[in-house]
């Protein structure tokens, strides 16, 4: 190499480095732990709706870690259940055919009780391949009752923070299928483990209850403005339009609407 060209390449800026993205701390972390953004995320193949920014990631990421395990178990368990039926089925029909053609030729020859012993069979056959064909029942929404108890938890959280986190964790247990006292439990063991110092109240509500909290209805509550919120409380609320459509939607006054009331 001349001495020109070492010169040269001494001298060339390093473009390709200025032109690399800054990470933020926060986003490399989150993407240490498996977090990408939400172009990958749905190019990947997956739901735009599913996908949370890495402050969120990073807030509760164990908690959406366990949830999408959990999704992804269920999905799996359902093809291969879907699969493991279609090929029973396909086995039993073959199964059942072979039965038919012979129930014909025993009644060719009068074989009364070869076609009395096919027949039956042949009986026990179809019931299989009906119950295989029986498409899963649709699960009962929850009832008035269930939907009373979960507002008498949900609405018993002091902070958006514990809001948020109960909403998202109570969304995932309905996909479960639980409702009622049973989704609150499940959710309630579950913010013990992010709020460890919280213990929210549960009790039933009772005619001295209701006047208690009308009584602190009553009292004037302090009005927010968005210079008011901290930066968590902010990233809360960002948090909560990233999560979901309805709430991407909505403008600042409608957000504080419901900062302000989570301060109730």
């Known amino acids: 190499m001349t001495e020109a060209t070492e010169n040269q390449v001494e001298e060339m800026p390093d473009t390709d480095l200025e032109q ?81 053609d012979k129930r014909d030729e025993a009644i060719d020859i009068a074989d009364k009780d070869a076609v009395k012993k096919l027949d039956g069979e042949i009986k026990s056959i179809d019931k299989q391949i009906d119950k295989l064909s029986e498409k899963e029942p649709v699960l009962a929404g929850p009832t008035e009752a269930d939907i009373q108890v979960e507002n008498a938890y949900f609405n018993a959280l002091d902070t958006i923070a514990k809001k948020s986190t109960a909403n998202y964790l109570g969304q995932q247990y309905a996909q479960q299928g639980l409702s009622g006292q049973a989704l609150v439990n499940a959710v309630e063991a579950d913010m013990k483990k992010e709020f460890p110092n919280t213990n929210p109240n549960r009790q039933k509500a009772s005619m001295t209850d209701k006047k208690t909290r009308n009584s602190n209805d009553s009292k004037e509550k302090p009005k927010y403005s968005m210079d008011d919120l901290s930066p968590q409380d902010k990233r809360i609320l960002q948090s909560l339009k990233n999560q979901s459509p309805k709430y991407a939607k909505m403008n600042d006054s409608e957000l504080l609407k419901i900062f302000n009331d989570s301060k109730r």
């Open 20 to 100: 690399l993205p800054q990470v933020s701390e926060d986003e490399a972390k989150a993407r240490s732990k498996g977090w990408v953004g939400k172009e990958e995320w749905v190019e990947s193949g997956k739901d735009a709706d599913d996908w949370v920014n890495f402050n969120h990631f990073n807030a509760k990421g164990d908690l959406i870690a366990q949830a999408r395990r959990v999704q992804t178990l269920e999905k799996e368990f359902e093809k291969r259940l879907a699969d493991n039926n279609e090929f029973h089925k396909a086995n039993l029909e073959m199964r059942l055919s072979e039965l038919q």
